[in-house]
C-alpha cells in the first residue's frame, strides 16, 4: 500500500541514534509506562493483548466496576467518578468484553435489561445517568435531570451486541434509533461520528450499513472534520468546544482495518495519520490525551487508556511488533 514504506523503523548504525523508536522498543517503553501508571484493569489488558496473558484476569478487574443494578461505575470511564452506573460506562465495558471475546451470557442479558430501564424514551441511552447523586463529572459531560438519547453511548452498545449476535428486546428501538441518526442527521461533532462508526460497523444489515457509511464518510471530509494531513493540522477546525490541539484523525474513525471506515481515507491519508500517531509516543512509553485535563485522577487513568487504544490500533495495521493475540472480532 502507498505510505508502508514509510511507516517503517528507521534504520540505525552503531553510532547514529534512532529518528523514531522502532516498533519494538515502542512496545517496550509502553509496557514499562503500562506498570508504572496504569489501572489494575489497563494492566492485564496490556498483559492479554501484548504478553500472552488470560482473559479470566481481565474479566476479573472489570468486575470490580460492575454495580448491584447490573451496570458500570465507579469511574470505569475515568471522565466519570463516582459509583454510579452511567451508559458511558457501558459502552467502556462492552469494548473490553469484546476484546475477550466474551460478550454474552447471563452478565450481558442483566446488563442490557439495565439499559432498558435507564434508556429514553426514544429508546436510547443517554450519555450520563440522570441522577449525579453530586458525584464529579468532565465539563464536557453535563450532568442533566433529563439527559437525551446520544449517539456517543448508543451507537458503540449497540454496534458490539449485535456484532455479537446478542438478542435482546432492549436492541430493537435503540438500532431504530442509531439508524435514524446515523440517516437523518446533517450536523455531527467528530465523536458522534465515532458513535456512527461503531454501530455500523456491528449492525447486522451490512448493505444498509455500508451506504450509511459512504454518506457519512463524504460528510466527514466535506465539513473537515478529519485531520487527513497532520502536517497542516492547523489548518483544520478543532472539536467543537474542545481543546486548542483537540483534533481527530483517520485512525480514531478506522480503528482497524475491516472498519467501514477505512474506506473514507486513501492509503497515504491513513498510513500518514498511522505515523504520525507513532509519533505521539511520549518520553514515558505513554500516549498523550488531547481532552482538557479537569482532575487529577482522571488526567492520570486516562493516559494508559490511550496508551492500549494507540497499541491495539498500530497492531491492527502492522505498524507493531508483537505477537497474535485475540482482538475484536471482525464485523460481519
Avoid: K
Avoid at 12 to 30: E, F
Avoid at 210 to 222: E, M, P, Q, W, Y
Avoid at 277 to 295: E, F, K, N, T
Avoid at 303 to 310: M, V
Amino acid at each position: 500500500m502507498p505510505g508502508d514504506e514509510a511507516c517503517a523503523p528507521a534504520a540505525t548504525t552503531a553510532t547514529t541514534a534512532p529518528s523514531a523508536p522502532t516498533a519494538t522498543s515502542a512496545l517496550a517503553r509502553a509496557e514499562q509506562f503500562i506498570w508504572l501508571t496504569a489501572r489494575v484493569l489497563e494492566q492485564r489488558r496490556f498483559a492479554f493483548h501484548f504478553l500472552g496473558g488470560d482473559a479470566d484476569p481481565v474479566d476479573a478487574a472489570l468486575g470490580a466496576y460492575l454495580g448491584g443494578d447490573g451496570g458500570y461505575g465507579h469511574a470505569l470511564d475515568p471522565d466519570l467518578r463516582g459509583p454510579l452506573s452511567h451508559p458511558l460506562h457501558t459502552a467502556h465495558a462492552l469494548r473490553v468484553l469484546d476484546g475477550l471475546g466474551r460478550c454474552a451470557g447471563q452478565r450481558i442479558e442483566r446488563l442490557c435489561s439495565h439499559l432498558a430501564r435507564v434508556s429514553t424514551p426514544d429508546g436510547a441511552l443517554p450519555a450520563t445517568a440522570p441522577a449525579s447523586g453530586g458525584y464529579p463529572a468532565a465539563p464536557y459531560h453535563p450532568l442533566q435531570d433529563d439527559p437525551p438519547g446520544d449517539l456517543l453511548a448508543t451507537g458503540p452498545v449497540v454496534g458490539i451486541l449485535h456484532r455479537n449476535r446478542v438478542w435482546h428486546a432492549w436492541l430493537f428501538r435503540a438500532t431504530d434509533f442509531c439508524w435514524d441518526r446515523v440517516e437523518n442527521l446533517r450536523h455531527w461533532n467528530p465523536y458522534e461520528v465515532q458513535g456512527a462508526v461503531a454501530f455500523l460497523d456491528g449492525v447486522p444489515d451490512r448493505s444498509r450499513a455500508a451506504a450509511a457509511a459512504d454518506r457519512l464518510g463524504r460528510l466527514v471530509r466535506d465539513d473537515h472534520l478529519v485531520v487527513l494531513d497532520p502536517a497542516r493540522r492547523d489548518a483544520y477546525p478543532t472539536v467543537p468546544g474542545g481543546e486548542p490541539d483537540e483534533h481527530l484523525y483517520p485512525y480514531d474513525f478506522a480503528r482497524r482495518p475491516e472498519s467501514l471506515a477505512r474506506g473514507w481515507f486513501t492509503d497515504a491519508e491513513l498510513y500518514g495519520s498511522l505515523r504520525f500517531l507513532a509519533g505521539l509516543q511520549q518520553p514515558d512509553g505513554g500516549w498523550p490525551v488531547h481532552r482538557g485535563a479537569w482532575a487529577p485522577g482522571s488526567s492520570l487513568e486516562r493516559r494508559p487508556i490511550a496508551t492500549l487504544e494507540a497499541l491495539l490500533t498500530l497492531r491492527a495495521y502492522g505498524r507493531l511488533a508483537g505477537p497474535s493475540l485475540p482482538g475484536p472480532a471482525a464485523p460481519r
